[in-house]
């Protein structure tokens, strides 16, 4: 394997090293010259390239995915198997910006929308006194 790469590699080598200055200075030159791009409006109209397929009842149909501002959720406290989220207090199966509360742990929670799983944990509790030794 090795030796067929390296005899295709000094294969196209040899055909690009009899290349002479005035050659390579006009390839630079199309380089350079400015091409016409696609339009705008062409771009805007194409599909999106990344679809989901989802199979229901053994009809298949493409998903286009929707681009969605990412949910801010933060968590500040957990009390009695309840979290308080973005200031609501939800329990289990409430939801939230489309999320549903699966689970309150000790320390953190989980939400699911579909396919999305967010995970949110309790900041740890920061000393914000500063000790000062004597000497």
């Not at 067929?4 to 080598?13: A, E, K, N, Q, R």
């Not at 406290?77 to 689970?103: E, F, P, Q, R």
Request: aromatic content about 8%; hydrophobic content about 40%; overall charge positive.
């Amino acid at each position: 394997m090795k030796k067929t790469l390296l005899i295709v590699l000094s294969l196209t080598f040899s055909l690009y090293a009899d290349l002479s200055v005035e050659q390579i200075q006009q390839m630079v030159s199309k380089i350079h010259e400015k091409r016409e791009g696609v339009k705008l409006e062409t771009l805007e109209t194409t599909k999106e390239p990344f679809v989901r397929l989802e199979e229901d009842n053994n009809i298949t149909t493409f998903v286009i995915p929707v681009k969605a501002e990412e949910a801010k959720l933060s968590l500040h406290a957990i009390v009695n198997g309840k979290a308080y989220i973005n200031d609501a207090w939800k329990s289990v199966d409430d939801t939230i910006m489309g999320y549903t509360l699966k689970y309150v742990g000790k320390r953190g929670v989980v939400l699911r929308n579909g396919n999305h799983i967010k995970k949110l944990f309790l900041h740890e509790k920061r000393n914000s006194f500063i000790t000062l030794e004597e000497r």
